[in-house]
């Protein structure tokens, strides 16, 4: 209910909740699941009730049915289970609503689900599967969002760090000697910038809000690094010295549609008119990257994105006369001068591009 009422961000206030709770770690495990699960599949749940339902329900109820929904069509509850311990966990208010319905939603699984279209079938907006579907090819747009379905793999680097394996691989990609200087100028939560710093670079991570520089800096004091200043400042108009930096990363904020299975809510949060808005800010940051790169050194750009207007486009778009492009090798895939990862089963989307500078 708060993340669909109150705008609340799903990984956030989840483990903020469970924090509070005395639940063992199965329990928390099923919370995390049920609730990530049934709002990202809450289009096709909501078609899957909308035949047993005279009106719209109440936000409590609809929660309730969601929940009750998503175990029976996505996690094969036996049924008397599914609806017994949703109604007992439902409103004393809305049991008998949410019983009856999920008796006939139990019939209507059972007897297999007519979906009108593929979008209400794979529950995203209209707008996310035409978008890809044109960048990607349809295929390759459909597993990549069926892939986002699921639930996402927790990976953990040898230091403990939690960090997706997309996002190690953006690291593992990028060349670093120890003692470089490397500038990271969208650094929260820390994740790229500590395992630069795990490498022997010294790091300088810039960050625009308060509040996402303290996690970097939580996330460094955790780990012990003594290689890594953090700045609250503009990525956009970093106070950094002109052509000192080894490598600049330009890890950018983006519409994030490569990993929408970690950010259950974020389908239903982003609109298409953001993707605009983003690139304009991307090819800002990458310029003002390019302004802090060494003759000889490189500019790395990531995202954890699919649209081309997002990945080839502000390549192409960002002005960067002395730079030469570098091809990122395997385990990416080609994608115009960079590379592109698409969400599996085992981790998330992500593409990268890197230049070189004359000199």
Same mark, same amino acid.
């Given at each position: ?126 707008? $996310?599967? !035409?978008?890809? *579907?044109?960048? &990607?090819? =349809?295929?390759? /747009? #459909?597993?990549? +969002? ?45 994740g790229k910038a500590t395992a ?35 700045? $609250?400042? !503009?990525?956009? *108009?970093?106070? &950094?010295? =002109?052509?000192? /930096? #080894?490598?600049? +990363? ?35 940051l990458v310029e003002a990257g ?61 593409a990268l591009f890197c230049w070189?500078?004359?000199?």
């Open positions: 209910m708060r993340i669909e009422a109150d705008d609340a961000y799903a990984n956030v206030v989840v483990p903020n909740l469970l924090g509070a709770c005395d639940l063992d770690g199965r329990d928390r495990r099923f919370v995390t699941e049920l609730v990530y699960g049934a709002t990202r599949r809450r289009r096709a749940l909501d078609h899957i009730l909308e035949p047993f339902l005279t009106h719209d329900p109440p936000p409590a109820a609809r929660a309730a049915l969601r929940i009750g929904a998503y175990q029976l069509a996505e996690l094969g509850t036996p049924p008397h289970a599914a609806v017994g311990a949703t109604v007992e966990a439902t409103s004393k208010r809305y049991r008998g609503l949410v019983n009856a319905v999920l008796r006939r939603v139990a019939g209507r699984v059972e007897a297999g689900v007519d979906w009108p279209d593929d979008a209400t079938e794979l529950s995203y907006p209209d707008w $996310i599967l !035409d978008r890809l *579907r044109a960048d &990607l090819g =349809a295929s390759a /747009a #459909d597993e990549a +969002l069926r892939a986002m379905n699921g639930r996402a793999t927790v990976h953990r680097r040898v230091d403990g760090y939690v960090q997706d394996r997309s996002s190690q691989l953006v690291i593992e990609s990028l060349p670093v000697d120890t003692d470089d200087l490397v500038f990271d100028l969208c650094a929260a939560p820390g630069l710093a795990d490498r022997g670079a010294r790091v300088v991570a810039v960050e625009l809000h308060p509040g996402r520089a303290r996690r970097v800096v939580e996330n460094r004091d955790s780990l012990g690094s003594d290689r890594l200043d953090v700045v $609250i400042a !503009d990525g956009t *108009r970093p106070p &950094l010295a =002109a052509r000192r /930096a #080894d490598l600049v +990363l330009v890890d950018s904020p983006c519409t994030g549609l490569g990993a929408l299975r970690r950010r259950p809510d974020a389908r239903w949060r982003v609109g298409e008119t953001d993707v605009d808005r983003l690139v304009d800010l991307q090819i800002r390019a302004e802090l790169v060494a003759p000889g050194g490189l500019l790395a750009y990531s995202v954890c994105t699919l649209t081309s207007a997002e990945t080839v486009g502000v390549a192409g778009q960002a002005c960067l006369d002395d730079f030469e492009p570098v091809a990122v090798g395997s385990p990416w895939r080609v994608h115009g001068t960079g590379g592109l990862l698409l969400p599996d089963a085992d981790a998330d989307g992500m070189r500078r004359s000199g």
